[in-house]
């Protein structure tokens, strides 16, 4: 036991839909102690390099505030720490995974991520909470008519797994997190079909069969998760 949660236990979510009320979608997404405000913006145009293509965009930001960490973390003033970077393109890639981008008509819909509270898995809940913001949005489309059908093919979610002090985990608390000697984060649609593994052994190189051990709880956790989403998106 870890905190009253066994090894393959994720936290206790929670979400707050249409948290903010400019955004055509936004969440207050909470895994734990972990909290991301995820908010959908659209824009209608495209990038330049897409402008004869005839299909829509989804691009994300993700950003710390000052208040997230125990040591304040600085605003990025007009330079994007190599980190946040990285992030934003997971972000990205994970959530154009869910989305048919030939039917969002020549508009960019931007996700942004800030965390408010953090204590391992930002990333994740991240995407897991972006996913959701960029639900709400489409609803918003599709009610105003600016796209006929909804180009959403399936949901995703992601997580992360850990080996720490050789027990496989699931969903690292930072405290687990930094005594991790391998940790993965995985994202998966709904369908259980893999988008994102990100992962790297920090102590113990990592054998193939403690590797499907950490997948397993990974697609645990992330079915857990595509119901937490189901349950949001069928009570608004």
Known sequence: MRNKRNYDEIREVKIIPNFQKKPYGSVLYQQGNTMVLCSAQVIENVPDWLKNENKGWLTAEYSMLPGSSETRIFRDRGHVNGRSKEIERIIGRALRA????????????????????????????????GFLALYLAVQRLMKE????????????????????????????????????????????????????????????????????????????????????????????
Do not use: F, H
């Open 98 to 129: 869910s989305v048919d981008l030939s039917k969002l008509g020549p508009r960019t819909i931007w996700i942004d991520c800030d965390v408010i509270q953090a204590d391992g898995g930002t990333r994740t809940a991240s995407i897991t909470g």
């Open 145 to 236: 008519g600016k796209i006929t059908e909804n180009p959403i093919k399936y949901q995703v979610a992601a997580v992360s797994v850990g080996m720490v002090q050789g027990i496989p985990m699931l969903d690292l608390a930072y405290e687990e997190d930094s005594q991790a000697d391998v940790d993965l984060n995985v994202a998966m649609t709904s369908e259980l079909k893999y988008v994102e593994i990100q992962g790297t052994s920090e102590g113990e190189p990592l054998s193939e069969e403690d590797l499907q051990k950490l997948l397993c709880l990974a697609k645990k956790g992330i079915k857990e998760l595509i119901e937490k989403q189901r349950e949001m998106m069928e009570n608004v």
